[in-house]
């Protein structure tokens, strides 16, 4: 019932930054949270960061003030505005959603877009 593409991802140097972009269509209002995820070769996925449509957010402690979660009014879009990037965040970056209020748990996975940070 919903789809997620998501965008932005690249090639940055350390201390550089991007923006992703995570556009959900089809049943977007059964959707409560929606957030992202991380994943570097062979470890776990890992949350870095959530929201739930009242604009409730969280972050993992080490991230924040580094990277910035939002989204638009329609609540289709969320973005993940990263900072100061360091080589340890390179990993494929996974936009998710859930119908769910608790952002630890979504059904819903974009295919994934990488990003590399160099040293």
């Known amino acids: 019932q919903v789809q997620l593409v998501e965008s932005g991802g690249g090639l940055v140097q350390a201390g550089g930054s991007l923006r992703l972009s995570c556009t959900a269509s089809?049943?977007?209002?059964?959707?409560?949270?929606m957030g992202w995820y991380r994943q570097a070769p062979g470890k776990q996925r890992e949350l870095v960061a959530g929201?739930?449509?009242?604009?409730?957010?969280t972050y993992v402690v080490s991230l924040k003030g580094r990277f910035t979660i939002s989204r638009n009014n329609a609540w289709d879009t969320v973005y993940l505005q990263m900072n100061s990037l360091q080589p340890e965040d390179t990993a494929v970056y996974y936009c998710?959603?859930?119908?769910?209020?608790?952002?630890?748990?979504?059904?819903?996975w974009g295919q994934g877009t990488q990003v590399t940070v160099s040293s």
């Open positions: 929201m739930t449509r009242s604009g409730t957010t």
């Open positions: 089809g049943s977007i209002g059964s959707i409560n949270a």
């Open positions: 998710a959603a859930g119908t769910s209020w608790v952002v630890t748990a979504p059904n819903y």
